[in-house]
């Protein structure tokens, strides 16, 4: 989705944090936003959503931040804001093992009603319960190696790579579009001009 509908931004992006509930969905959220933290279990009914404006790679970028509830039985709501999503935040708790065992489920949720080329990425939280862990570092990189993709562990209480990990997803966003428009400027140029190559050709032989 490009800012090709507001002209106040280059690009418009849409973003979705999903995954297991408890993971810490909406403390990331709320760390990003407004750079706080909640001891206390925020429970998203349904869906909540921020808004977030960057400046990145030189291009003004307006990004909303959906964040999902994680429990089952809202997976029937949630499943239709995906429609649109430039990217997504697949969360897990480094103390919880059966939230990571989850992410193939969430990953399939994904397929199934994301666009093709949604940018996924994925986030093993509370990284400062070290005492705690349950999933190592290496088991998370693996999995996202598996998938494609990127990998980074962050804390919503201690605000560690937390910003690092919206950042991250924005720009690889950003440079694959930019990728996009110069490879179609490229071929509606050739389109434009299809006999270019035969016009220098014809001019070669009637000058020999």
Known sequence: MSGTTDPQYDYLLKYLIIGSSGV?????????????????????????FKIKTLNIKNKKTKINIWDTAGQERFKGITGSY????????VVYDITDAES???????????????PNAVYKILIGNKSDLLDDRKITYDQGKDLADTYGMK???????????VENSFITMTEDIIESKMKSTKEK??????????????DLTEKKKSCC
């Not at 980074?152 to 560690?160: D, G, Q, R, V, Y």
């Open 24 to 48: 810490g969905k909406s403390s990331l959220l709320l760390r990003y936003i407004d750079d706080k933290y909640s001891n206390e279990h925020i429970v998203t009914i349904g869906v909540d």
């Open 82 to 89: 995906y429609k649109g999503a430039s990217g997504v935040m």
């Open 100 to 114: 990571f065992n989850k992410v193939n489920d969430w990953l399939i949720e994904i397929e199934k009603n994301a």
């Open 151 to 161: 990998f980074i562990e962050t804390s919503a209480k201690s605000s560690t790579n």
């Open 185 to 198: 400027t490229k071929q509606q140029n050739v389109i434009l001009n299809p006999n270019q190559g035969n």
